[in-house]
T-cell receptor, first 113, second 115 residues
Framework: GQQLNQSPQSMFIQEGEDVSMNCTSSSIFNTWLWYKQEPGEGPVLLIA?????ELTSNGRLTAQFGITRKDSFLNISASIPSDVGIYFCAGRASGGSNYKLTFGKGTLLTVNP | NAGVMQNPRHLVRRRGQEARLRCSPM?????VYWYRQLPEEGLKFMVYLQKENIIDESGMPKERFSAEFPKEGPSILRIQQVVRGDSAAYFC?????????????FGPGTRLTVL
């Protein structure tokens, strides 16, 4: 089946620093999504990407859909303490099962004030 | 506009008991998905339902697990004769009719603990 490799697994940064995380896939996706999950809650959609090469921003967050359609990255600029949480990438393939989301294992972000 | 609702938020069961997890999709959404998340793992797809129809249950264990989305009322994920390995967070997501640009919105999850 499809696999997503998400890295890094965890990051410890100082407030104000920029953060970058990425996902790579063993197969092509036609949609990339980035979610944030806080303790005891469900994933909240941050950014959705639908076209190869697409670069989309949401406030201090920027994500790109890789040209090969097998990767995506998420950048967070000028991090703040409330950015703490687990960030998941998720991809959706084309074809008959295009409703299924395949998730990475997440990047745990800790921001020291 | 309320988001996806799930209840209970926490559920404790003893081995052999039944667990029932409920999900009410967002208003206007007719598609429901269930995912399972084990500790320190990403979410794994279990089942995709539309009203009164199971579209894809390929991610759901063949034994003891079942799901439904009746014409009226919430979607139900049912786990019979629970075992310790069923302990996990179960998330429901909903979406409008599937298109190339739809996205899935998740509920807060039900944390199941099997003693």
């Amino acid at each position: 089946g499809q696999q997503l490799n998400q890295s890094p697994q965890s990051m410890f940064i100082q407030e104000g620093e920029d953060v970058s995380m990425n996902c790579t896939s063993s197969s092509i996706f036609n949609t990339w999504l980035w979610y944030k999950q806080e303790p005891g809650e469900g994933p909240v959609l941050l950014i959705a990407l639908y076209k190869a090469g697409e670069l989309t921003s949401n406030g201090r967050l920027t994500a790109q859909f890789g040209i090969t359609r097998k990767d995506s990255f998420l950048n967070i600029s000028a991090s703040i303490p409330s950015d703490v949480g687990i960030y998941f990438c998720a991809g959706r393939a084309s074809g008959g099962s295009n409703y299924k989301l395949t998730f990475g294992k997440g990047t745990l972000l800790t921001v020291n004030p | 506009n309320a988001g996806v609702m799930q209840n209970p938020r926490h559920l404790v069961r003893r081995r052999g008991q039944e667990a029932r997890l409920r999900c009410s999709p967002m208003k206007g959404h007719s598609h429901v998905y269930w995912y399972r998340q084990l500790p320190e793992e990403g979410l794994k797809f279990m089942v995709y339902l539309q009203k009164e129809n199971i579209i894809d249950e390929s991610g759901m264990p063949k034994e003891r697990f079942s799901a439904e989305f009746p014409k009226e009322g919430p979607s139900i994920l049912r786990i019979q004769q629970v075992v310790r390995g069923d302990s996990a967070a179960y998330f429901c997501a909903s979406s409008p009719p599937v298109t190339s640009t739809d996205t899935q919105y998740f509920g807060p999850g039900t944390r199941l603990t099997v003693l």
